[in-house]
């Protein structure tokens, strides 16, 4: 009786909130902050509180979320686009039922998408709002346009800093070419690879205060990721840490970090459909690659 209740609220939820869909964009300033074993892990903790999750992966070859999780399959966004694979065909399935889609080539290619392959790459997504509870984004470093297309686009910013000076200039940098060129103005902070708490909370705070002071944007932390050495003995099996080692200290920190994305509201409007994440993507795209030619 307890799980038909629970799969009847379940569905009371999915109706009122109209197929919304939370579609989070984690990314950095620069390469090795641990972006993508933070996806991997964050995407398995909201599965283990029964999200259906899907991760957009940007990355390509070793640093790719395919390559850490292990799982086969060449096909990409690209092969949706072109009307050569369905959206269906180009998600792979993960741990936990988790379901990962490559993006990278079709990525680049929405900039310049024709009326009929623009229409058929919206429907795709419009045809999964119903499937799919969570998005999150691997996202390329960086501040270049091209790379700034997935953060402009999706409802949320994880940005991922570490206790390294290169780490908080690169994320600064990144804050202030998205809120000053492109008006984002919302950022999460999770710091990873901390002693304590308190060590994380000092980074944030000096990151805020000078992102306060000359940008007037103020941004939130998201929280901590201790270091943890099941950490990499966990990519070295192929494994997220939260199911590989579930008493890991990080493994915990994933689990709360899942449940306080569970925690942010839902989009309020069709801005929370998956065809119009999609939608915005194009038009991102569309803008930045404007951008980078001035």
């Known amino acids: 009786m307890g799980e038909i209740v629970a799969d009847q609220a ?17 990314t950095g300033g620069r390469q090795g902050v641990g972006r993508t074993t933070a996806v991997a892990n964050l995407a398995v903790a909201l599965a283990r509180r029964g999200r259906r999750v899907l991760i957009l992966d940007e990355q390509v070859g070793r640093r790719s979320i395919g390559a850490m999780l292990d799982i086969a399959g060449g096909d990409d966004l690209l092969h949706v686009i072109r009307g050569e694979r369905t959206l269906e065909q180009v998600m792979r399935p993960g741990p936990e039922g988790i379901m990962v ?31 799919i509870d969570v998005v999150l984004i691997d996202a390329a470093s960086g501040v270049a346009g091209d790379r700034l297309r997935l953060s402009l686009a999706a409802q949320e910013v994880v940005l991922m800093v570490s206790s390294s000076a290169a780490s908080l200039t690169d994320a600064y940098a990144l804050i202030k070419v998205l809120s000053r060129d492109f008006a984002r ?9 901390v002693t304590d708490q308190a060590e994380g909370e000092a980074i944030f705070t000096h990151l805020s205060g000078v992102a306060a002071r000359f940008l ?31 008493d890991a200290p990080a493994a915990a ?18 801005t929370g459909r998956l065809d119009h994440f999609m939608q915005r993507l194009i038009q991102r795209s569309r803008l930045t690659a404007e951008c980078s030619q001035y």
């Open 10 to 26: 379940e569905g009371l939820r999915r109706l009122l909130q109209h197929d919304y869909v939370r579609v989070v964009a984690v």
């Open 101 to 131: 889609a490559a993006a990278a080539q079709g990525l680049t290619a929405l900039a310049g998408l024709d009326a009929s392959r623009e229409d058929r790459i919206v429907h795709a997504f419009r045809q999964l709002s119903a499937a």
């Open 185 to 193: 103005r919302q950022f999460r902070i999770l710091v990873n690879r």
């Open 216 to 246: 007037r944007i103020r941004p939130v932390l998201m929280g901590c990721v201790p270091k943890d050495d099941r950490l990499r003995q966990a990519s070295r099996l192929y494994r997220p840490v939260v199911d590989a080692f579930p």
């Open 253 to 270: 920190a994933f689990r709360r970090l899942a449940e306080t994305i569970d925690e942010w509201p839902y989009p309020k409007d069709e």
